[in-house]
């Protein structure tokens, strides 16, 4: 077991352990991500939802989902966090909402037009060191996706079936932000010592999901509906974590919700 440092020791002993994610400067970048590409990939998004009302040959859907969201957290940026503090990347599961267009293009094809959100926040403090008299040096990291996507999703089942089998896939824009907020410690000052700050990045990225679901119509306009999306993304991180590798978005969306026929 690898005994804790307080900041007494490590404020004489300036040359213990610097991890990367130690080594933060009171001044952060400045983020340097516009709202402009945003605003255009939203509008094409909108563009796209407006135009399949003319390629819709059959019934037209509108469908609200809750569920969850659990990031993969396989990249560099994760992988140095788990080092360095406590909160790992399963604490990151947390409650997803989307919403989504749906328009039959054939009995056996439908096209998805869907925006969901996920907000998480977890509490992390250093596994290494402590506070004065022992106290735990917190801050606060959290992550929001917000992916804007065009699918298509085909039906398994026959068209007199009781209940819809369907599987899918999809991309579009993932709009994300990442966040830290709380308590860090200066490695690049002798002695080093404890200071509050904010640290973020966010942007836009181009990504992929695969869809499976189940659809059961509940008299001629309702219907339930449950699905599983296993999201493809990536990004480079910059702004106030420039230098810090891969930051990546994927992860497994399990919702449950409710359709209307338009």
């Given at each position: 077991m690898t005994m804790k440092t307080s900041m007494t020791t490590l404020l004489n002993d300036p040359s213990g352990d610097r991890s990367r994610f130690g080594e933060r400067s009171k001044t952060p970048s400045k983020n340097l991500t516009?709202?402009?590409?945003?605003?255009l990939v939203l509008g094409?998004?909108?563009s796209v939802a407006m135009a399949s009302h003319s390629w819709a040959v059959g019934q037209q859907s509108f469908r609200v989902r809750f569920g969850v969201f659990q990031p993969d957290g396989e990249s560099a940026y994760w992988f140095?966090?788990?080092?360095?503090?406590?909160?790992?990347?399963?604490?990151?599961?947390?409650?997803a909402v989307g919403i989504d267009y749906v328009a039959e293009l054939n009995p056996l094809m439908s096209l998805l037009v869907s925006a969901d959100y996920y907000y998480g926040e977890v509490p992390q403090s250093y596994r290494d060191y402590e506070g004065p008299g022992g106290s735990s040096i917190v801050h606060d990291t959290s992550?929001?996706?917000?992916?804007?996507?065009v699918g298509l999703a085909f039906n398994l089942t026959p068209r007199r079936s009781p209940f819809r089998v369907f599987v899918g896939a999809g991309g579009g824009i993932y709009l994300w932000r990442l966040e830290e907020i709380g308590d860090f410690i200066d490695f690049d000052i002798v002695p080093p010592e404890i200071f509050f700050d904010r640290f973020k990045d966010e942007g836009e990225e181009f990504g992929y999901y695969l869809l499976a679901g189940l659809e059961v119509p509940v008299g001629r306009s309702?219907?339930?509906?449950?699905?599983a999306r296993f999201d493809q993304v990536e990004t480079t991180l910059?702004?106030?974590?420039?230098?810090?590798?891969?930051?990546?978005?994927?992860?497994?969306?399990?919702?449950?919700?409710?359709g209307w026929r338009l």
């Open positions: 516009g709202t402009l590409t945003k605003s094409a998004v909108l140095d966090k788990e080092l360095d503090f406590f909160g790992d990347i399963e604490e990151f599961e947390d409650t992550l929001s996706i917000t992916p804007l996507t309702l219907s339930f509906v449950a699905d910059g702004g106030d974590f420039r230098g810090f590798g891969k930051l990546d978005l994927s992860g497994s969306r399990y919702t449950f919700g409710i």
